[in-house]
């Protein structure tokens, strides 16, 4: 990977444990954020926000975790095959990453039922489209339809080494078809069908409840010490 600079971000309130501050390295905004580099990157530990790539470094905490899911070995459980089966019904197709009224409206609902205590409360189209629309070649929306209706948008990544699941908003008001777990799901399977090892799911917070989820899809590797390995049981039940 060619030398690039990083730069320190300002420090801001933690949106994954409350009382905690955080901080971020950024690559330089300048810096073409290619296919290739990004893949870099992003087994080096990084994410993107938009067109901002950065990594957390926060003064005295480590709790970030860079995670991902080798999908060959990855076994579905019962419950995640139900899901797989529920959801049959439902076409995926990839478009481009701009702006959509119809996906601003769905990601609109979407946070105001489901994450109206959350740091992106209240949903804005800027906030929106500074959060998720880019530019970048490799960035998909992938719609999940039920014939015409729009059921759920995952933000993807697809990069030498696998996908990355940026972030998946859905229907609020489906509950029966466990739409985000499906969006993940269907990932693992597309990263099989494309041939790429992986999926990353960005960072795993131990202890933010929200972050839970993630630790259902097993085996799950982090970025520990600079290095990609299993993430222990211990680390996840302790």
């Known amino acids: 990977m060619k030398s690039i600079q990083l730069y320190l971000g300002q420090e801001h309130d933690c ?7 955080a901080g971020s390295i950024l690559i330089d905004p300048e810096e073409e954020v290619t296919s290739s580099l990004y893949s870099q990157l992003i087994e080096q530990g990084f994410r993107r926000s938009a067109a901002h790539v950065y990594r957390p470094h926060c003064q005295g905490c480590n709790a970030c975790i860079s995670v991902r899911i080798p999908v060959q070995t990855f076994k579905a459980t019962r419950a995640q095959n139900k899901i797989i089966r529920r959801n049959q019904d439902i076409n995926v197709r990839a478009v481009s990453s701009q702006f959509r009224a ?9 946070i105001e ?9 209240p949903p804005s189209v800027e906030q929106y ?9 490799f960035a998909r929306f992938y719609e999940f339809r039920l014939d015409e209706q729009l059921l759920a948008v995952a933000v993807t990544d697809v990069l030498a080494y696998g996908l990355s699941a940026m972030y998946t908003f859905y229907e609020p008001e489906d509950t029966r078809r466990s739409l985000g777990h499906y969006a993940i799901l269907w990932q693992i399977q597309e990263s099989l069908r494309l041939d790429l090892p992986y999926v990353y799911l960005g960072y795993w917070v131990k202890d933010c409840k ?9 085996p799950l590797e982090g970025f520990i010490n600079q290095h990609w390995q299993p993430l222990p049981a211990e680390l996840i039940y302790n």
């Open 113 to 121: 039922q489901r994450h109206s205590d959350g740091d992106m409360y």
């Open 210 to 218: 929200k972050m839970n989820y993630k630790t259902q899809y097993q």
């Open 129 to 137: 489209q500074g959060f998720l629309n880019t530019e970048l070649e």
């Open 15 to 21: 949106s994954y444990l409350s009382e905690r501050r």
């Open 102 to 110: 119809e996906h601003y409206a769905l990601y609109q609902r979407y």
